[in-house]
Structures are given as C-alpha cells and as structure tokens.
C-alpha cells in the first residue's frame, strides 16, 4: 500500500516561507503526477500545484504563480513545495497526491499564515 507522509507544515507571518515535503514509500517514478491540495475551513479541496512524472512539466493554481515551486527528488523519493511570500489566504491544511489509477492522499499538514 502506497503512503504519502507531508512534512513541513506550520506558522509563519506573512511574507515569508515554508517548504512541505511530501515522502512516498515507494518510487515516485511509479506515479503519473504528484501534486499537492489545500483546503481551508468551510472550502473546497483545490489543486495548488501539480509536477507530472514523466516529463516533469508542472502546473500551478493561478493564485500561487510565481510565489510557490514544485520540485522532486527521485532518489529520496520526494516531492516539495517551495511556498515564497505566504499570504494570509494561503492559510489552509495542504495534502499530498499521488495518481496512478488511483489517488493516494497524505494525512496532510497545516499552514498558517497571520497577518
């Protein structure tokens, strides 16, 4: 079975960073695309940013361009989120994805982002 355990979570003033990381017990390489989601209280779950495996292209939600970065590392079998000048709305509880046929979901971990 696959698992995904997020790391790097926490609370941070706006304006600055965190970086999560998202470790997968087996290849990354097996996926299609990792990708990681957010959804803050009372929302929807919504992408933020997607990498496709075989390719590397990747995709960002329109309200994190330019501030956040997707980046892999096969060898650790990782998938990061680099988070650049953090907004108060960035405020949310962030899950890794990883889809094959299906999609495997981490426990997911909170940013907090105060004003």
């Known amino acids: 079975q696959v698992q995904l355990v997020e790391s790097g979570g926490g609370l941070v003033q706006a304006g600055g960073s965190l970086r999560l990381s998202c470790a997968a017990s087996?290849?990354?390489?097996?996926?299609?695309?990792m990708g990681w989601y957010r959804q803050a209280p009372g929302k929807q779950r919504e992408l933020v940013a997607a990498?496709?495996?075989?390719?590397?292209?990747?995709n960002y939600a329109d309200s994190v361009k330019g501030r956040f970065t997707i980046s892999r590392d096969d060898a650790k079998n990782t998938v990061y989120l680099q988070m650049d000048s953090l907004k108060p709305e960035d405020t949310a509880v962030y899950y890794c994805?990883?889809?094959?046929?299906?999609?495997?979901w981490g426990q997911g971990t909170q940013v907090t982002v105060s004003s």
């Open positions: 087996g290849s990354i390489v097996s996926f299609s695309s």
């Open positions: 990498i496709i495996i075989t390719g590397g292209s990747s």
């Open positions: 994805n990883g889809r094959r046929r299906d999609d495997y």
